[in-house]
C-alpha cells in the first residue's frame, strides 16, 4: 500500500510541478496597500517610523515596530545570526561571479551573482534563489534579471542548480527521506559558509527565495534554517497535503507569500493557492510578520515592472532589505509606515489581506 501510495503522489507532483514558474515583481509607482487599518505610502528604500505595530490579524504582535533596514547598526541588545558554520569541505574553493562548483556530499553547481562595482569593505546582503522544475540555475538569473537587481540593489545572490537526482528537483514531497533534505541543508550551509568567508556578507541579512518547486523548498529551509535566515520569499510555494508540513522555526521571520490566485495549479492535481493559504495559516497561527501577494494569473509570471533604474523585482529585493534579522519577534516596519510605494497594490499585510490584481495577464499558464 506504501508503495503504491508513493507512485500516485510521485505522478501528482510530477506533473503539478513540471511548471516552470517565474518570479514576480511590482509596477513601479504602485501604492502600497496594508490591512488593519494601517495607511499606504511609505517611500521606497526606507525602513518606515517608529509606532505601535499591533495589527489584528497580521501575524505581528503589539508593540512598537521597529526602525531600519539590513546596513543599519544593529541596535543594543537585539538578537543577531547565528555565525555563519564552517565549510564541510575543509578549504572553500575559489568563488567567481559566474558559475562555480563546490563539493558538499557531491559536487554541486551553483551561480554566484556579485554586484559588478563591488567596492572594498562593502558587506553586502545575500540572497539564496532556488528554481523552479522546468529550469535551472542560469534561467533564475536570466529571467529575474539578477545582475540588473543586484547591481541596483546592492546585494549577492548564490543560485544553487539541481542535484538531478529529484523527479522533483528539491526534497519537497512527504514521501522525501530526511537524509535527501539533510543533504540539501548541508548545500546551504556549506555555500553560506564559502560566500561569507569571500565576499564579507552582511550575517543579518541573509534570505531565501524560491519559484514553484524551488518556493517549497525555500518554505522548507525558512523553518530548519531560521537562526541564519532573517526572512523568505515564497513564490507559488507552500506547504501541506502531499508536500512536507511547516518546520516551525525557532524564531519569527518575516515572509512574503505570493501566488496566482484560485488558478495557480499544474495539471489540476496540486493547487498553490491551497498550499499558500496553508502556509499562511501556520505563519499566523505562529506568529510571524508577513505579506500576501496575489497576482491572479495563475501558475504564470504577472505582468509587473520595476521602477526605472531597477529590475522587474525590485519590490522582491525591496522587501528582503528591509527586514534584517534584528528586527522584533513578528514585527515589520510596514505595520507602522505601510508598504513602500514599490510593492503591488495587490499585496496585504497578513492573510486574507490582499485584493487579488485584476486586469490582463503577460503570459499564459506555465502548465
Known sequence: MLARFAGVVCVALALSLACGGESEEDSPGSGGQSSGGQSSGGSAGTGGTAGDAGVAGSGGSAGQAAVGRCGDPVPAGAPTAKAPPKYSGGACPKLVPGPNTLTSTAERKFVLVVPKDLKAGEKPPLIFLWHWLGGDAQDFVTKGEIQAAVDSQRFIAVVPEKK????????VEIIQSQARVDEEL?????????????????PNCVSSAGVSAGALWTDQLAALRSEHLASFVSLSGGVGGVIRAWGNPARKLPGLVLWGGPTDTCGGLLSF?????????????DGHFFLECVHNCGHSEPPM????????????????????????????PYLNSGLPKVMPDWCGIGQGSATPRTGACSSPSQC
Open 164 to 171: 538531478g537526482d529529484l523527479l522533483f528537483v528539491w526534497p
Open 186 to 202: 548541508k548545500l546551504f550551509d556549506d555555500l553560506l559558509a564559502c560566500v561569507s568567508q569571500q565576499f564579507s556578507v552582511d
Open 273 to 285: 493557492n491551497t498550499l499558500s493559504a496553508t502556509l499562511e495559516k501556520e505563519l499566523e497561527a
Open 305 to 332: 515592472a520595476g521602477a526605472a533604474g531597477f529590475s522587474k523585482y525590485q519590490s522582491l529585493w525591496q522587501f528582503v532589505m528591509d527586514h534584517p534579522y534584528w528586527l522584533p519577534k513578528g514585527q515589520s
